[in-house]
């Protein structure tokens, strides 16, 4: 009787990979479905039918013969590649139906579906294969000839080839169209089938003659191939083809060094003790994870393995992994069914299951510790504890960061992406960034602030439109007041025109909202229909504008800036065209907005004289003509300098320090018993000028300078705490490009009611300049009135003099899970207001406190800092967005969506037609 395959490989090799196909594919449909023609929707409902009807038959099959514990008959292997090829011809051909070109590649979501469509339509075809070579097998059968065989395949096309490139003929006519991809496909199975065959045949052979070759041949496929073939797609190897990282990045050494101790653990002949016969067992699994890894990655491209064969000689090395796959996988089948005599069956199944775990759940845990490093940082930088500035492992941070660099790398085409390790990098970015990912700016502050990089990253600025190329014509206003909630509601319908004779313009402007006064509404006319805006969380939001305007589809977006300013943009302008927009404005008074050239009142009638309470009593808006009424006084400064600590200062540094502290007091008449000393580098000890000696032996120069974190801790303590004296930052190092970094520092403007406080002296030049603004000259004796709430006497908080109202927070230690929105509109507003100063006031509690925010926004339908107003053209977009927002709301709010956005491969008969013009494009290396 012949050797069988068990029915649990039907299993392993249909049912879980159609079941992975199938479950992408749903995914990627309820998406677009409502963009496929009538059409397209008939293949897709040939391939979920097929997908479903084929798992179940093959999957209801092997529970039979499980039951009958039967093996797999050859017929049914006959069956998978009778059923799984022309399926996946099908699907390929006719791509353009299910993956439409009007439809672009990101709407599908983050996965290659033609790729994972090659990668999962393998393993049946290689179960089919395996299980005819069983079935065809022979006492007499040489190995040798059938290897030889499989060789003469890509000889004969190599031939052809040669000679039609000579007569000048390269294809063409319907005839040729037909039967090429016909016999390519017959002679791609043929090839594998005696491949397999043979070195089945010559694994299994046992003669003397063959036993002195077995030794050489086992070398050749367990060692020198796999090294030669890491070798040769890292670029080691200088050769005159494009082979750097072409099927992914495996340069690590530990692919190195597993290949060849799996080679060495793969060549060792069987020991006579079973005991030792038992270690070489659990060696064999615990490699057998790196070997199927690798069969894995090369599935899709095993198609290509004759056409590479020809066109360049070192194309063989790409049926490496299936070659070891297979000897390997017999290998430990014979293992067992030897060991099975001498140790309990449990015991080596258990052995065996343990042994094969081991590699992925060390690279597991080697995640999970990434992930506890790059949280370290990510929590220092962006929800610090300011009572706290703790000590880390910039060591550690640094060598994430660069694996965060490699891992986040994407595809530019069909394929892996070069550069990027293949499945354990999307392993790698789903355990450690919550399948997201960290933007440029962020991974350069991060290295900025651990590793000292020269320079800290600036975001990338908000660029306003050119009023001379696209232009806000005018702006109609609505202006309704509420008598019974006492709040205004300012409707804004805006007409935008296009000056140039180009298309695909965008428009894009910002402007500033008073405080309490929020936006409620927006829309977008959109093909004659008004489109309104989706309320949506702000990373999504962004990402998916950015997407669509790589097109020219139709989306329009609004967002905050920072506390105050809103970020608006509106895409595509054809040429010539003029467009409707708007949005909608709740505030408690009138108040003027500026909107490019246009001035705009919004509202009518005096300034109301209102201090309100929210009913929770968390916060209180005071308008403008209340704060009007409150006593102006002039609190006293009081320097707090930030020294440079960062590892690109030395110890000489600390005289220097002191003497320079000492000539900034005296030039400048600053007392010194108010004044603090925060010597600083990622992190920072702070003390008063007298005692800041001892803060100076307890700091080590490492990592970068970060004095944000300093000042957000100095801000919120005196918001907190208020009193008659008010920092200012004195920024201290011999660097000249010293500088600070705004945005980190203006979502704390309510604590801020003095705004010239930033300031960078050079000791060596000794300059000192303004950060903020152009006021170059310092005084600290220079009056700079505030207004003291609720009395100048016995005041509880001090508000900037600028003519605006202003919210303040009674509770800032207020943590909060969830809200109960007051049912006033307004209120409301004010409600998420107060939250949002909280966050900042404590940004520890991010990670709850944030997605409560952005919930409650929703709820109310408000737009505060976290979310956007987001118009979409089709319902595909909105799903995209529903998907999305899912996934950013489960993760850190510090972790960004990719960035940039590729093409779908849409290659009609990308299996066929890739082929021909690998073999035909070998004209040049016979010409040449």
């Known amino acids: 009787m012949k050797d069988r ?17 199938g479950s992408l594919m749903l995914t990627a449909f309820l998406t677009i479905k409502s963009l496929l023609d009538p059409g397209d929707l008939v293949y897709w409902t040939l391939f979920f039918g097929f997908n479903v009807l084929s798992i179940a038959g093959f999957s209801f099959y092997a529970l039979h013969l499980i039951r009958i514990k039967r093996g797999i008959h050859w017929i049914t292997g006959a069956l998978a590649i009778a059923l799984y090829l022309p399926a996946l011809i099908f699907v390929l051909y006719h791509s353009n139906h299910y993956f439409p070109r009007s439809i672009p590649r990101w709407m599908y979501g983050e996965n290659d579906l033609l790729m994972y469509m090659l990668t999962f339509n393998m393993p049946p075809l290689l179960l089919g294969l395996i299980t005819m070579v069983k079935a065809t097998l022979r006492g007499n059968d040489s190995g040798f000839k059938n290897l030889g065989a499989a060789l003469l395949i890509p000889t004969i096309w190599y031939v052809t080839a040669y000679g039609l490139n000579k007569l000048g ?14 016999l390519l496909v017959i002679s791609t199975l043929l090839f594998f089938f005696l491949l397999v065959r043979g070195c089945y045949v010559l694994y299994q052979n046992r003669s003397e003659r063959w036993e002195k070759f077995r030794l050489v041949s086992l070398f050749l496929i367990g060692i020198v191939f796999p090294l030669l073939g890491l070798a040769l797609n890292n670029g080691i190897l200088d050769i005159k083809a494009p082979f750097d990282m072409l099927f992914g990045n495996f340069s690590h050494p530990l ?31 615990f490699f057998y994870s790196y070997a199927l890894y690798f069969l894995v990655v090369f599935l899709p491209y095993l198609p290509l393995a004759i056409g590479a064969i020809i066109a360049f000689g070192l194309g063989f090395l790409m049926l490496t992994p299936l070659l070891l796959g297979v000897i390997q996988g017999q290998m430990i089948h014979e293992d067992y069914q030897l060991l099975k005599n001498h140790f309990p069956k449990n015991k080596l199944i258990a052995l065996g299951v343990l042994a094969f775990l081991a590699i992925p759940i060390s690279l597991s845990l080697h995640f999970y510790k990434d992930k506890y490093y790059l949280k370290t940082a990510i929590n220092h930088i962006y929800h610090p504890n300011l009572k706290e500035s703790p000590k880390v492992n910039t060591a550690s941070i640094k060598r994430v960061l660069q694996h965060v660099k490699h891992h986040r790398q994407r595809s530019s085409g069909f394929g892996f992406a070069q550069h990027k390790t293949p499945y354990i990098s999307n392993v790698y970015q789903s355990i450690v960034l919550d399948n997201l990912t960290l933007s440029d700016t962020k991974v350069k502050e991060i290295e900025h602030v651990f590793a000292g990089t020269a320079n800290a990253p600036t975001s990338r600025a908000f660029r306003v439109s050119d009023s001379s190329r696209i232009r806000l014509d005018s702006v109609q206003v609505n202006s309704i007041y509420n008598t019974q909630e006492k709040y205004w509601t300012s409707s804004l319908d805006l007409d935008i025109t296009n000056l140039q004779d180009r298309g695909l313009q965008e428009y894009a402007t910002q402007f500033e909202l008073p405080v309490g006064a929020w936006i409620s509404e927006y829309y977008l006319m959109m093909e004659g229909r008004k489109e309104m805006g989706i309320l949506a969380e702000k990373r999504v939001a962004l990402w998916l504008y950015n997407q669509i305007t790589r097109g020219s589809r139709d989306p329009g977006i609004l967002y905050y800036l920072d506390n105050r300013n809103i970020g608006f943009r509106v895409f595509p302008f054809t040429a010539r065209q003029k467009r409707q927009t708007g949005f909608e404005i709740i505030h408690k008074e009138p108040f003027e907005l500026r909107l490019d050239q246009h001035t705009i009142f919004l509202g009518e009638g005096e300034k109301s004289n209102e201090v309100f309470e929210a009913q929770d009593g968390k916060a209180i808006y005071i308008s403008s003509s209340a704060k009007g009424n409150l006593p102006k006084v002039a609190r006293k400064a009081y320097p707090h300098f930030i020294l440079d600590y960062s590892d690109s200062v030395g110890d000489s540094t600390k005289e220097a320090y002191t003497q ?4 900034l007091t005296k030039n400048f008449t600053i007392s010194p018993e108010k004044a603090k000393v925060s010597p600083t580098n990622y992190r920072s000890v702070t003390k008063t000028y007298f005692g800041w000696e001892e803060a100076q032996d307890a700091m080590e120069y490492e990592g970068g300078f970060y004095p944000e974190r300093v000042i957000q801790s100095e801000l919120v303590k005196n918001y907190k705490e208020p009193s008659e004296y008010y920092p200012i930052f004195i920024l201290v190092g011999e660097r000249n490009h010293l500088r600070l970094n705004r945005e980190k520092i203006a979502n704390l403007d309510f604590a801020m009611p003095e705004k010239h406080i930033f300031y ?8 000192l300049k303004s950060l903020v603004g152009n006021k170059e000259n310092f005084d600290l004796t220079a009056v700079e009135n505030v207004l003291a709430y609720p009395n100048a006497e016995t005041p509880t908080a001090y508000l900037a003099n600028d003519g605006q109202p202003s919210i303040l927070s009674l509770e800032p230690d207020y943590s909060f899970r969830s809200i109960d929105l007051p049912e006033n509109k307004w209120e409301q507003g004010l409600a998420l207001e107060s939250r949002w100063y909280s966050l900042q006031i404590h940004p520890e509690r991010d990670a709850s406190n944030w997605k409560a925010l952005t919930r409650n926004s929703f709820e109310a339908q408000l737009l505060t800092p ?3 107003f987001l118009a979409l053209e089709n319902e595909a977009q909105k799903q995209v967005l529903i998907n999305k927002q899912k996934q950013t709301m489960k993760a850190d709010s510090a972790y960004d969506l990719t960035e940039d956005v590729t093409n779908m491969s849409e290659p009609p008969l990308w299996l066929l037609v890739g082929l021909m013009m690998l073999l035909f494009g070998i004209r040049r290396r016979f010409s040449s």
Do not use: M
Not at 660 to 663: A, E, M
């Open 660 to 663: 320079t502290l000492l000539d």
């Open 255 to 285: 692919f190195y060094i597993i290949a060849l101790a799996n080679g060495i653990v793969f060549c060792i002949p069987r020991p006579e003790s079973p005991n030792h016969q038992l270690l070489q067992y659990a060696f064999r699994v």
């Open 866 to 868: 976290t979310t956007s």
């Open 169 to 182: 003929i390269y294809g063409g006519g319907r005839i040729f169209s037909f039967i090429f991809p016909v």
């Open 5 to 21: 395959t068990p029915p649990f490989w039907i299993f392993i090799s249909i049912t879980l990979p159609q079941l992975l196909l």
């Open 760 to 767: 960078a002296y050079n000791p060596t030049s000794k300059e």
